[in-house]
């Protein structure tokens, strides 16, 4: 694709360690040898000019393309905003499919159910998420006229999707993101609640349960409420509504899953009735979609919005009201400039334009404003920040409606009905995940507090750099508590929770995921939900003592307070522990619950390798789950039965270690270099003994330069598969904070 030439006055890029990183690994476009083609200032340039370029299709435009190009270049290179990952990745290049994530129906038959596994490969391919519902399908064991025999349910087919998913990487690299919702009202809702019991099942699916607004009345009364049938719409079974609750609330005690969403409060805002129910949202939640609609998100970096006024830090609302109208002028060009991978859903996304623009760097304007999270305060300017960016988004595309015309399908919508608009896009904001984003413009994700004030960045060689959000370094250095030896501490403890020496107010200003209670993360969500068209993406985190009646409380709360709904996570509530800090929050007895090994699925799938060996040929087999190792079996031949004896020892000790744990690389490094009495020589160098083939087979397979090249599987924490770093658990994902990784695509 042809791309406007780069002025030769374009200010330079400035970068940090992290973005720098990012960018290169992530967005910048690669030869074929897999390294960078183009610089951050050209790959920034590239985006700006192929999304200002749609402008040239509106004679009505108030801007030239080649001026609104550099406006749109400063706008990302000052870190003002950033659109989602896709538009930074191929805007302006053949492939040109800019939409983070899709919603694809699932209907009840087999060419319908087999046409989105294959939809949803193609949207994988080109680098985007998917969502599903299948609430459609009939239940387990229901009869199937066509063939007399019966249904295999949802939930089969739930696996067939994914299982398709682990066969397509995006681009090559990874693999795609999902959503799998089904009603609470369907007859196999307590199968959907348990499918994630076994760690590593629908490894590639978040699970959500859409709960009606009968079905929390029935909680709310302790009644009974019905399961239906879809496609009979036959009243199957009736279920006490407060236990299937509970049952919710203790799946997410255990693990976190599944989430949950209110889908009747979804439709009430869904601006496109005439066009059907909202069945399912994006994989990460925040952005519910009609069938074959895409979703197109930007996010404006908050922390660049606080001005000096006489001394007093305030909210630059002016500049602030500018960067909305060209941002909302940003995202409706991107509609126009992707390539969407299905006919269908390029259709269905411009026939409504809708568009998310949201905000990161919440946490670092409440730092800058020395308001602390937990506070009424805090609160009531996140009402009102987002109430200034849902008016003016919605000025600014009214304006563009001016220009361009109103979305086409305006004359059905709710807002024709009410009056309002028109507008250019069917709703214009939406709180979504910015993981990568926000280490690109070097700010705190979405609305989400810091996870810790300092984490440990791996670099090159296995060196280690400590990092710190600058707001707090500059804090300490005003009160005149900066030194080494707090800062090691801070590191130590992830946050200056119990440093008693340090000033109150900067401990009340300063505060941490964990820090804050879980009742002020659902505030803080409500209020930016209370002006969101759409929905928040926002992590209820909680400490490993909450109890299942706080998070049955976090739920009731949500759907009190008006959420479209809430993920939350319980510190060490799973055996593959998110942690970034030093202190665990793990009591002995659970720590030992989590050494307890994996329990073996029925099938499973791996290879076996045969290695020459001074004994005889080893043959290894190493089966697998989610592409790491998980069993061993060794078996030798033309050996004794001592040696056979020993070579099955060391079979299944690995294999307990793997299922109780133990990170691959902890295993090389306990067996390689092991001598033997008859080394032999390989192409590679010399095997010492049966260990020591174990470790070459093991190391050659699952590690690259002294690192697993699959998710770290350490009982206190998880390392990112691409850099070491420790990931954390935000905006319902895991998370590198170092390089950009994150599990959800």
Known sequence: MDVMKMPPDLPEVTLNANSELVLRKRYQKKGLDGSPIETPKEMFWRVAASIASMEAGYPDSTWKVGDLARVFYALMTDYDFLPNSPTLMNAGTDLGQLAACFVLPVGDSMDEIFDAVKHAALIHKSGGGTGFSFSRLRPKDSRVGSTGGVASGPISFLKIFNTATEQVKQGGTRRGANMGILRVDHPDILEFIRAKEREGDLNNFNLSVALTEKFMQAVEKDEEYALVAPHTQEVIERLKAREVFELLVRKAWESGDPGIIFIDRINRDNPNPDQGEIESTNPCGEQPLLPYEACNLGSINLARFVIDRDGIKDVDWDRLREVIHLSVRFLDNVIDASEYPLERITQTVRRNRKIGLGVMGWADMLYQLRLPYSSRRAIVLAEKLMEFLQRESKSASAQLAKERGPFPAFETSVYSDQNLGPYRNATTTTIAPTGTLSIIAGCSSGVEPLFALCFVRQVMDGEKLTEANGFFVQALHDAGCYSEKVMAEVVEKGSVRGMEFLPDDLRKVFVTAMDIDPVWHLKMQAAFQKHTDNAVSKTVNLPNSATQEDIYKIYWMAYEEGCKGV????????????????????????????????????????FTQKVRTGLGDLYLTVNEIDGKPFEVFTTIGRSGRSITAKAEAIGRLVSLALRSGVHVSEIVKQLKGIGGEHPVFQKKGMLLSIPDAVSWVLENRYMQGGSARTFGNSLSKTECPECSTELVFQEGCFVCPSCGFTKCG
């Open 567 to 606: 993920t939350v996570y319980r510190d060490g509530c799973k055996s593959v522990q998110v942690l970034c800090t030093g202190e665990g929050g793990k009591d002995e007895k659970k720590a030992e619950e989590s050494k307890r090994p994996m329990d073996r699925p029925e099938i499973v799938y791996g």
